[in-house]
């Protein structure tokens, strides 16, 4: 290396001064040419860079809903997106075309041309985005489209700079269409529950300018889960759309609007009515053409409605005319199938807060306000009490003594009904064990339980660890569930009492013949005991169907290998009549009403 060093050097020395000029010069050249190279190939490795970066901008412009265009100052158009194309309606050759378009565009009350529109901003780079909201899109006499619109400057290199213009177009057409589906019901696209309440003010404010009474129906398709489990989902949802579709005839009349607010919950708003009646035979005349108006296979359909009615002046203020219209259903479904009920304020006086009420549940259990009461069950042959349904009372500090009916359905509505079931259990289990070690009667004890319980996937645990803590034979208790609602969930019915029956533990089918229990379900239920329903039994001395469907029912269980009780007992002929079929336990006022344990154990000492 040296050497070579030392031979350059040498090489240098012998060199001219004109020598060393031209050496120079050629360097020169290569380090130029050299320099030329490289930026030429940055430049075009840029340009390539910029190029593909312009494609994703032109990509993602393409497919946003947003339409762009790009203007020269020469009015030649630079760039149009995939939605600016179909909204002008360009042809496929527009680029760098002069711009011409019958499109007009109105902005505050003013129509203008498209391109007059453009040219009339104040345009220089520096200047803001012009921004129009809500503005109005004429693409031809019968097309308009909401829009907002937004117009910019730009510069471009073409090679020169040019000042461009860059107009945005964001189309509001589906936003408001999303919009207005919010507002309509799935299946049936009448106005739903939102629109309900935003239509609900100006129904308000019509009340002080009618001479005549207006009124909120409520209308509810009765059993509509029960027909479901029978014809299926399809048809089910056929039936609610042509009841729909029904409804919405309704509507010529300019007086009538017609929502669809829940699954089976239809509201109608009336005005221009003239009495109570009037609302109520409108009412009527839906429920005559529901009952035949529905065929499968050839068969019509019996469909019932149930509607609560509330009508302004008579059923009180005005804002509270929908809460009235719910009250009222509430109680014509309490009432049972195809029912009207009216909301008058001096049939619906509440003797009982509910507010309160719930509010007061969960430190009632605390303070010893619940009692479990004890009704006797007789066996026909000898009349000896051999059993007691548990029924719970509620001696509230303000109320006094609260019926069942009142707070029971307020419990399972709010889920309370689980801990008070736990009571309930607990309480028996507790008195049964009293009555084993101070040798009482060994007696069976009914315990009502809804599928609220059930339902919570440990009610069946819950049971078995009660009966090991308290060191209780299982067949000391029976549980009750009525018939309707048994049949509502028939397999999972099915399921848990099968899993209680392992316990042990008895099983009985409350309120039988109220509901629509065919014979395979019967035999499949795992119940000991059926339980005819009160209501079978109040007028069965007079009334012959009566007697003839008690004793179907007792012989029918009897087939099963059931036994039988009778609820409503209240005189000694009832008693003589039931017994001559054959039942086997009886239980009514006629023995004894309800009472409290200490009142009870008298009788099984």
């Not at 179909?86 to 009350?109: H, P």
């Not at 019509?206 to 398709?221: G, Q, R, V, Y």
């Amino acid at each position: 290396m040296e050497i070579r060093l030392e031979k350059f050097q040498d090489i240098l020395a012998q060199m001219t001064q004109e020598e060393y000029g031209i050496v120079a010069i050629v360097l020169l050249l290569i380090f130029c040419v050299l320099s030329t190279y490289l930026f030429s190939r940055q430049k075009k490795k840029l340009k390539a860079t910029l190029d593909n970066n312009l494609k994703v901008f032109q990509k993602a412009f393409d497919i946003s809903d947003d339409a762009v265009l790009i203007l020269s100052d020469k009015n030649k158009v630079m760039y149009a997106s995939n939605a600016m194309v179909r909204i002008l309606e360009l042809k496929g050759d527009f680029l760098l075309k002069t711009f011409k378009n019958t499109v007009q565009i109105k902005v505050k009350k003013e129509w203008l041309g498209l391109e007059q529109f453009i040219h009339a901003q104040p345009g220089s780079p520096k200047d803001k985005v012009h921004t129009y909201s809500h503005a109005t899109l004429k693409i031809s006499a019968e097309d308009e489209i909401p829009v907002n619109v937004y117009v910019d400057t730009i510069v471009m290199e073409m090679p020169k700079e040019v000042l461009c213009d860059v107009l945005l177009i964001q189309d509001l057409s589906k936003a408001k269409e999303r919009s207005a589906a919010d507002f309509k019901h799935p299946l049936t696209h009448l106005p739903n529950q939102l629109q309900v309440y935003n239509d609900l003010p100006a129904f308000f404010s019509k009340a002080h300018l009618e001479k005549n009474k207006l009124a909120l129906m409520l209308m509810s398709l009765d059993n509509l889960s029960r027909l479901r489990s029978i014809i299926g989902d399809e048809q089910t949802n056929k039936v609610l759309k042509k009841f729909a579709a029904y409804l919405k005839t309704l509507t010529k009349n300019t007086n009538v609007s017609v929502y669809h607010t829940f699954d089976n919950h239809f509201m109608l708003t009336v005005t221009n009515l003239h009495s109570i009646d009037e609302a109520k035979v409108f009412v009527e005349d839906i429920q005559k053409k529901l009952a035949t108006f529905y065929k499968m296979d050839g068969v019509h359909l019996h469909l019932t409605v149930s509607a609560g009615i509330a009508i302004y002046p008579d059923s009180g203020h005005i804002r509270l005319l929908l809460d009235h219209a719910y009250k009222a259903l509430a109680e014509a479904e309490k009432e049972g199938d195809n029912n009207i009920t009216i909301f008058l304020p001096e049939k619906f006086t509440a003797a009982y807060d509910e507010l309160r009420l719930h509010s007061d549940m969960p430190g009632a259990l605390n303070r010893g306000e619940f009692e479990v009461y004890y009704q006797p069950i007789v066996r026909v042959k000898d009349e000896e009490v051999v059993a007691a349904e548990a029924l719970i009372r509620w001696k509230h500090p303000q109320y006094g003594m609260i019926p069942p009916d009142v707070f029971i359905s307020l419990m399972e509505k709010t889920g309370f009904i689980v801990k008070l079931g736990q009571f309930i259990l607990d309480e028996v289990l507790k008195q049964q064990k009293r009555w084993e070690m101070f040798n009482f009667k060994r007696i069976e004890v009914s315990i009502n339980v809804s599928m609220i319980e059930i339902n919570t996937g440990e009610f069946v645990q819950h049971v078995e660890r009660k009966l090991a803590e308290h060191q209780l034979d299982p067949e000391c208790i029976k549980f009750e569930i009525t018939e309707g609602i048994a049949m509502l969930n028939e397999a999972q019915t099915v399921k848990y009492f099968l899993a209680l029956k392992k316990l042990g533990v008895g099983i009985s089918l409350d309120d039988f013949g109220t509901g629509y229990t065919s014979f395979g379900y019967l035999k499949k239920f795992p119940a000991d005991i059926v339980k005819i329903d009160k209501s079978l039994v109040d007028y069965i001395l007079t009334n012959e169907e009566d007697q003839r469907i008690v004793k179907a029912i007792i012989e029918l269980a009897h087939t099963l290998g059931m036994k039988i009780v009778v609820e409503g007992i209240e005189n000694q002929q009832m008693v003589d009549m039931i017994t001559s079929y054959g039942c086997d336990y009886l239980q009514g006022y006629h023995f004894s009403k309800p009472l409290p344990v200490f009142e009870f154990q008298k009788l099984i000492r």
